[in-house]
């Protein structure tokens, strides 16, 4: 649980670290991204992890309607060294937009965390949050595995 909440304070700094960045021209704050600047968005995040990886999907969401910060990470925990060449990924949920694409890994991040997505994407109306399923695809195709990410709990 602590490991939990840990990682998902992180994963809100690098939000915010990543949306204050002058490269990244298409990035939202929290506070930009919702219609009316007294309301904060609400920040909602999935986790979970199967035999090889272990992946979080967090979002800032609008309350009031407007665009969706969305970033899915993965970390890999299987046997042997940790994957490079293209990762492909995978996914939906009933209350997420679906997403898939993939990166092109040269060498290992050095933190062991692959980013991969971190997008501003469309107008989007919040529904209850549910589960999110995650397919990686890696090793030129040769392996992949599904996960099913769980809301995780509120601080």
Do not use: H
Request: charged fraction near 25%; aromatic fraction near 8%; charge should be negative.
């Amino acid at each position: 649980m602590y490991r939990m909440k840990m990682t998902a304070l992180i994963v809100m700094l690098l939000l915010a670290g990543c949306a204050s960045a002058p490269d990244n021209t298409g990035a939202l704050a929290p506070k930009a991204a919702s219609s009316n600047p007294e309301v904060p968005p609400e920040v909602r995040e999935y986790a979970g992890s199967g035999d090889a990886w272990a992946a979080e999907y967090s979002m800032y969401v609008p309350e009031q309607g407007g665009k969706l910060r969305a970033r899915l990470t993965a970390r890999y925990e299987g046997s042997g060294p940790s994957p490079t060449g293209e990762v492909k990924y995978s996914y939906y949920g009933a209350d997420i937009e679906a997403g898939s694409g993939g990166t092109v890994v040269k060498s290992v991040p050095e933190n062991g965390v692959y980013l991969l997505r971190d997008l501003v994407t469309t107008e989007y109306v919040q529904e209850d949050a549910g589960t999110v399923e995650l397919l990686l695809i890696w090793d030129g195709g040769d392996r992949s595995e599904t996960i099913r990410l769980e809301p995780a709990d509120p601080f």
